[in-house]
Nanobody, 117 residues
């Protein structure tokens, strides 16, 4: 079993940057695709970015392309989400999750990101 703990959220002005971290413990996650999701009040959870087990392949939601970058360091059991040029519509709780097979099966508790205009 893998436990995930997110950190790095907070309050930032529009145009600012934040870097989220997701630290894994338990078994190694180095074989798993990892993703960052977000959920804003009244909205469904959406996949923001994903990264393959070796970091060679990444995928982004259209709304964050060119502004967010996902990366991972398997030696540190950590996944990152660098968020630049933040907008008020990026305000949400951000979750990291690990994919086993075809589904994301383990999740962190989330970290709040609030972008003020």
């Amino acid at each position: 079993q893998v436990q995930l703990v997110e950190s790095g959220g907070g309050l930032v002005q529009a145009g600012g940057s934040l870097r989220l971290s997701c630290a894994a413990s338990g078994r190694s996650f180095s074989d798993d695709t990892m993703g960052w999701f977000r959920q804003a009040p009244g909205k469904e959870r959406e996949l923001v970015a994903a990264i393959s087990w070796n970091g060679r392949n990444t995928d982004y939601a259209d709304s964050v392309k060119g502004r967010f970058t996902i990366s991972r360091d398997n030696t540190k059991n950590t996944v990152y989400l660098q968020m630049n040029s933040l907008k008020p519509e990026d305000t949400a709780v951000y979750y990291c999750a690990g994919k086993v097979g075809l589904k994301y099966r383990y999740w962190g508790q989330g970290t709040q990101v609030t972008v003020s205009s």
